[in-house]
């Protein structure tokens, strides 16, 4: 089966905002494995997963980073859930901008 886009999202954010929605996540992996998303998205992560982080200069004047991880789903359990709400504190993840 082909890669499919389940959630995209760009934006351009502050230095302080980006490094807080890295926080973020950090705090969701590390409480409940899920990755929240959009309206009512949520991703289980496993307990071990591939991680590459990629650095790369695009031009003269540009740079980015790519922090990217992949697991393989269980055949037992979903891919995607929809969550009614994230767990209270915590604000939806949205798509890494690109530093």
């Known amino acids: 089966m082909a890669g499919m886009d389940i959630y995209e999202d760009a934006r351009t954010v502050s230095r302080s905002d980006l490094a807080a929605w890295l926080r973020q996540l950090a705090h969701q992996l590390e409480s409940d494995g899920r990755l929240f ?3 009512a998205g949520a ?3 496993a307990d071990t997963v591939r991680c590459e ?4 200069q695009e031009s003269e004047t540009e740079l980015s980073v790519e922090i990217e ?6 055949t037992s359990a979903p891919a995607v859930e929809a969550v009614e709400e994230p767990p209270s ?3 939806q993840a949205e798509v890494a ?3």
């Open 69 to 74: 991880f992949s697991w393989t789903v269980p």
């Open 37 to 39: 998303y959009g309206a």
């Open 97 to 99: 901008p690109e530093a």
């Open 43 to 45: 991703v289980s992560v």
């Open 89 to 91: 504190g915590d604000q």
């Open 53 to 56: 982080l990629e650095i790369e």
